[in-house]
């Protein structure tokens, strides 16, 4: 008897689950909008659905199937699964039909990458942190179009195209613009996506890290490792643009060989393995190899089959940090040297005055017209500490500077110096003188220069002349 009792009430609480199964099942949970449109049963994208309930094992929205999507097949069944992401849902009917109705211009558009590692940002902003890379020829559902920073192409002119929220077929909700993206229709059926093997992943993950990188041109490390900063160089931003975001590659730099100015753009469809740690960009004669975590390799073929290399490399800090800390460096030099004057005084060569500003003015240098300074400047100009001594200098000077007179050509004029008990003391610096930024040697016959603190010189004939030393 026991027995039976045991058997009944364990029938029992099995009825009563299937009935609350099936009542989940019957009663509606909400009304959803299908945002990625289903293969089977094929139900587009944009159609309001009765939604039963959600399961939280499956990730999973369990919809029922709309009468002319089952097209009087007794196969199709009237229920069928929606990853959680793929499908919004709404308390009642009601808003879901609104949804729907703002969803229906691009209910049934998808976009598919134009471009390996095209990416998807978290904001309408070519700046903005990546959240998802696409593969080439991946799809993706486009949400809704969107204002956002335009983007720019790497000659500097707008891109043609918009910003749209997009969805990926994992759930992964990012913005993208439009230009690399071929927009289409689609309304049922399956979406062919291939996947990537382990092998390729691996491949992407060192050509991602790559990409994330800020490549500038190996001058630029030789230039920090010395600590001789060339900001007229620097704050070009020379540098390799690999142009992810747009198709667009592009090589800025100098050519110090050529002495020219090299700026090229090459437009291509994707970015493949071609070797150990190299690449090529398809459709265009351009290719990369890393020579090490820090340095890579760019290569292109000019017309004619010339092929040319170019290095580049990483730096320790950003651009714009290295040159603020100079122009602090500077700023700093060139106070100590205001701080001994401001005016300074000489018997042969005049009076020159220094301004907090960085600017000066000269009266009375006439004696060094035009050897040293040219004649058709102006009184005036700025002070610029941008000259490196080369260390065979450093025990004797204490830097070097450059006067930017105004007016006339050829106006930059160099000079050593050193500070003296009554004053300063300069050196006029030739410009064979010079390597680039770097003062490597005195001239062999030194024009000296010695200026006394405030406006009264000493009267003396041997104040400062051109004076030749061994």
Known sequence: MSLNKSCFYTLLAALCAFCAFFASCTKLAGWGVLLWSSDDPAVPSGTVLPVYIRSNINQAWVAGVPEEYRAGDSDTPDKFEIPLKQMEVFGSKSAALKRAEEFAQLAVTYGEALQDGLPLRDRPDNNARRVYRLRLGEFVKLLAKTEGTPAISSTGEPLPGDWYQTLTRDGTIGYCFSYRLRLFEYSGGALDIVQRTEEEQEEDAELAATLAKTWSPESYGAMIANN??????????????????????RLFLKDMEADKIIDKTFSYTSIL??????????????????????????????????????????????????????????????????????????????????SRNGSFSWSGFDLLIPHIIPASVQGAGNVVMRLYLDPSLENRYAGAFTLQFSGGRGADVDFLYSFENQGLRVEYIPKNCLDGVTVLRRDTSPTIIYFFKGGDAPSQDNDEVLIIEE
Do not use: C
């Not at 001789?228 to 590659?249: C, K, R, V």
């Not at 459709?283 to 820090?294: D, H, I, T, W, Y």
């Not at 100079?326 to 701080?339: D, G, T, V």
């Open 273 to 354: 393995p071609n070797g150990a740690r190299a690449w090529r960009f398809d459709g265009a004669s351009l290719q990369m190899q890393l020579r090490s975590e820090n340095a890579l390799a760019v290569q292109y073929t000019e017309s004619g089959s010339a092929t040319r290399t170019f290095l580049f490399v990483t730096l320790p800090k950003d651009i714009d940090d290295i040159i603020l800390q100079e122009n602090a460096l500077r700023s700093s030099l060139f106070m100590r040297i205001y701080n001994q004057g401001p005016l300074f005084s000489s018997a042969n060569y005049g009076s020159l005055t220094l």
């Open 228 to 249: 001789n900063i060339d900001l007229d160089m620097l704050s070009q931003h020379w540098g390799f643009y690999p142009g992810q975001d747009t198709g667009e590659a």
